[in-house]
Structure formats: C-alpha cells, structure tokens
C-alpha cells in the first residue's frame, strides 16, 4: 500500500523557515518524480514544487522561487522542502505527491491531475 506521511508544519512568523518531510512507502520511491503541492484556505491545490526520480531535475513555482528548496534522500525514501522568508500567502496545507509514471520524464509536471498518490497534509501557518 503507497503511503505518504508529511510533517514539519507549524506556525512561524513571517520571514521564518520551515522544513517540511514526506516519508513514503508501499512503492519505490527512488523511481519516482514527487512534488510538493498546497491548498490555502477557500482556494484550489497548486503544485508548489517538484523533483525528478534521480533529484537532478527541480521546478519550482514563480511564487516560490528562491525561496523553496526541493530534495530527496532515495535512501531514505524521504521528500524534503525547505521553506525560507516565509509570507502569509503561504499559508497553506502542504500535500506530497508521487508522480504516476515512473523512471525518467522530459519535464517534473505541474499538472496536479497527473500525481496519483497523495500524502494527508500538513498545516503551515504564517501569521505575526
């Protein structure tokens, strides 16, 4: 059974960092682009970020560009995001997600619709 867990939410004030982590299991992982996507409240999911299989390929949003840090640990089957100079616009539930092919892609999708697996949330709140 696929399963995705993500932690390391919280609340943190604007201009502060969050490292939020998506253990998977039930597949394998390493053969598999994931991405990061979010919900604020009263809106729809955006894909935030995503990572290649292999963690050589990486995308991000405009909205969070250098800003956010994809990566993974393969040996670890473990998905990380590293999120600096928060802002209240990103308050959000950050979900994971696996891609629905696996091995090697010409492009991390941005389309949510293509990610077949999804982890239960967590809640980041940034708020003074």
């Known amino acids: 059974e696929v399963q995705l867990v993500e932690s390391g939410g919280g609340l943190v004030q604007p201009g502060g960092s969050l490292r939020l982590s998506c253990a998977a299991s039930?597949?394998?992982?390493?053969?598999?682009?994931m991405s990061w996507v979010r919900q604020a409240p009263g809106k729809g999911r955006e894909w935030v970020s995503g990572i290649d299989y292999g963690g050589s390929r990486i995308a991000y949003a405009d909205s969070v560009k250098g800003r956010f840090t994809i990566s993974r640990d393969n040996a670890k089957n473990t998905l990380y995001l590293q999120m600096n100079s928060l802002k209240p616009d990103d308050t959000a539930v950050y979900y994971c997600?696996?891609?629905?092919?696996?091995?090697?892609?010409?492009?991390?999708?941005?389309?949510?619709?293509?990610?077949?697996?999804w982890g239960q949330g967590t809640q980041v709140t940034v708020s003074s």
């Open positions: 039930g597949f394998t992982f390493s053969v598999y682009a």
């Open positions: 997600a696996k891609y629905s092919s696996s091995g090697w892609q010409a492009t991390i999708s941005r389309i949510i619709g293509e990610y077949d697996y």
